[in-house]
């Protein structure tokens, strides 16, 4: 195999709850999180010296020097490698764009090489081990507790970017930790997409409004995507920007998202369907 190819979705947070702060000043997490039909591509060859070429719309301002996270993935394997990154999805972002970048790249590295992926995956971000899953999962700990959630109905979305960039640790340290309930014990068997979304409005994403402090268009995009016909739940992914609302099937979704870019031609905006 001299080149392979891997897709790395967009990781959604529908709910994502923050239930504590470690001495080391990580914080707990509990979130159910989901994978989008739109990402990034990245195409692995091995070589002599590690090299990263980043294309695409949203290949713009992506650092291309060892600290990017898909040339830190590669050195984690012990190889190296050239890697062509198409980026897609933006960056600072919420979605876990280059956590999921890093997560494809290993997963084609193992398979290139016939290799497990090397232990450590987490020093490289705390979305990296739920990245490696890239399906519906619960994430616990700081991010490393990852287990796989079946059954979950598959969503209908739009999701919108207002293009600011939203640095992770700035909206942490907005956040005022209290007794922050986690999700239930056992997630229940939901009988449909409805019955999730009825469940999900009743959970929280506890990193939305210490994010809106920080970049308050954030709150005009939840606004303006909860006033589009027929969403039924419009949050923040992540600690933002991006948000992402919920519709009833893909027609509904992909109007909305038509009408959103008619109206903010700045912004990025995406129909997608999430599992
Ligand atoms: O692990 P990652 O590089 O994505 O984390 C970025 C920053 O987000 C950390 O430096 C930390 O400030 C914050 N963070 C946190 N608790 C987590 C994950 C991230 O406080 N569970």
């Not at 990580?26 to 692995?44: E, K």
């Not at 970049?215 to 923040?236: D, K, S």
């Amino acid at each position: 195999m001299t080149v392979v190819e891997a897709f790395a979705p967009a990781k959604i947070n529908l709910t994502l709850h923050v239930t504590g702060r470690r001495a080391d000043g990580y914080h707990l997490l509990d979130s159910l999180v989901v994978f989008a039909d739109v990402g990034d591509r990245v195409s692995v060859r091995l070589a002599g010296v590690s090299r990263l070429r980043v294309t695409g719309p949203m290949a713009a301002g992506v650092p291309v020097g060892p600290d990017n996270l898909v040339l830190r993935a590669v050195a984690l394997t012990g190889t190296t490698a050239e890697i062509s990154l198409e980026k897609h999805l933006p960056a600072a972002a919420g979605i876990g764009g280059g956590s999921s970048d890093a997560a494809a790249t290993l997963r084609a590295l193992a398979r290139m090489r016939g290799q497990p992926v090397p232990e450590g995956v987490l020093t490289l971000g705390a979305d990296v081990p739920v990245c490696m899953l890239a399906r519906a999962a619960r994430m616990c700990g700081i991010g490393e507790e990852v287990s796989a959630v079946a059954g979950l109905p598959l969503l209908h979305a739009v999701l919108i970017n207002p293009r600011v960039p939203v640095p992770t640790p700035a909206v942490f340290r907005r956040l005022t930790c209290r007794d922050n309930p986690p999700m239930p014990d056992e997630l229940p068997a939901w009988a449909g997409a409805g019955d999730l979304v009825r469940w999900l409005a009743e959970q929280r994403n506890d990193l939305q409004d210490p994010a809106i402090a920080e970049q308050p268009v954030i709150a005009q995009v939840i606004e303006r995507l909860g006033v589009t016909p027929g969403c039924q739940l419009a949050r923040m992914s992540g600690s933002g920007a991006t948000c992402f609302g919920l519709y009833d099937d893909a027609e509904t979704a992909s109007s909305a998202a038509s009408r959103l870019a008619a109206e903010f031609p700045g912004w990025w905006i995406r129909s997608a369907r999430l599992s």
